[in-house]
């Protein structure tokens, strides 16, 4: 079974910076397609980023040049760098992995990120 945990949430101040760091055992970690969602009350879930086993990185517009996901193989683990907060950015963050070939996406507990104004 794959075991996917966050952890660097927190509060921050509008305009400031948090990296969520997400480690993810029970498969080959280079043969996960890793990816972040995010989901605040009220509101739908939503696709924040992903990183493929390839390196291909996709970004939903409303992060698009504040955000950066990257991936550490030799340390099993992806990031996800925040930059610029903002108070709509306020959610609890999610992270998955989903092995190549398993038909499986596995979700982490989840981390809260708060944003002051």
């Known amino acids: 079974q794959v075991q996917v945990v966050e952890s660097g949430g927190g509060l921050v101040q509008a305009g400031g910076s948090l990296r969520l760091s997400c480690a993810a055992s029970?498969?080959?970690?280079?043969?996960?397609?890793m990816g972040w969602y995010r989901q605040a009350p009220g509101k739908q879930r939503e696709l924040v980023a992903t990183?493929?086993?390839?390196?291909?990185?996709n970004y939903a517009d409303s992060v698009k040049g504040r955000f950066t996901i990257s991936r550490d193989n030799a340390k099993n683990t992806v990031y996800l760098q925040m930059n610029s907060l903002k108070p709509e950015d306020t959610a609890v963050y999610y992270c998955?992995?989903?092995?190549?070939?398993?038909?499986?996406?596995?979700w982490g507990q989840g981390t809260q990120v708060t944003v002051s104004s």
């Open positions: 990183v493929s086993s390839g390196g291909s990185t």
């Open positions: 029970g498969s080959i970690f280079s043969n996960n397609d």
């Open positions: 998955t992995a989903s092995p190549s070939g398993w038909g499986r996406v596995y």
